[in-house]
């Protein structure tokens, strides 16, 4: 009776995109396995998943799909799992005293949502005001794209980013705001194309009404170059 309503529990949390942590849920034993050896366990997966679908898997187009899965999942769309991946933390100090706040916005989001394991892109806009520590631009960029290549929620995906910016640029003013499509939203299921998701975190200066305001309003600036 109760793994039944785990059961239905379980479902309910993954149809409904509700995440359940801040931090991705990770097995202790997570990097036990190389990358190679986790390759190689991956593509029987794959190959077991085809061919329980009926594919036949000599045919010359699907035979080398199992492997070409298996080394995206590790080293592509789930690559950012791995902590060596994560950008290196290099900062500057804040020479020229610039002491607004600073947007990136339009950063191209590819994840993938951990619920179908179907992507979910989008756009991230990210702001922060220096208090004595600057990094580069594309930082922010590679920031992005780590947290981005995991299993997500993108609320989580969200928070992610700013808890790590906080961590890199020393201060709790950090705010991104995530606009995203799920394709298991667009393309299965209900299957509504136009519908976006829009996640926000502001921490520190950004939970004022007006920083908050300034920042949103940037977003909207309609750059054409
Ligand atoms: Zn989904």
Redesign the pocket.
């Known amino acids: 009776m109760k793994i039944d309503n785990n059961f239905e529990e379980f479902e309910s949390i993954g149809n409904n995109?509700i995440g359940t942590s801040e931090s991705t849920p990770l097995r202790h034993d997570a990097f036990k396995l190389s990358k190679e050896e986790k390759i190689d366990i991956i593509k029987d997966d794959v190959r077991h998943i085809m061919e329980t679908l009926g594919l036949d898997l000599t045919d010359d187009s699907l035979k080398g799909t199992p492997n070409r899965v298996a080394k995206m999942f590790v080293k592509e769309i789930f690559g950012g799992l791995d902590p060596e991946k994560k950008p290196s933390a290099s900062t500057f100090e804040n020479k020229y005293k610039y002491g607004e706040m600073l947007v990136e916005k339009n950063i191209t989001v590819y994840s993938t949502?951990e619920?179908?394991l179907?992507p979910i892109v989008g756009k991230a806009h990210i702001a922060y005001i220096s208090n004595g520590t600057v990094v580069g631009l594309s930082k922010m960029n590679r920031i992005v794209d780590y947290f981005a290549k995991r299993p997500q929620v993108q609320e989580r995906l969200t928070i992610q980013i700013v808890r790590e910016l906080q961590e890199v640029l020393n201060t709790k003013d950090v705010a991104c705001v995530i606009d995203a499509k799920?394709l298991?939203?667009n393309s299965r299921g209900i299957r509504d194309i136009e519908s976006s998701t829009v996640t926000s975190e502001f921490g520190g200066r950004f939970k004022d009404k007006a920083t908050r305001r300034e920042f949103l309003d940037y977003i909207k600036l309609d750059t054409k170059f």
């Open positions: 995109h949502c619920h179908h179907l799920h298991c939203v």
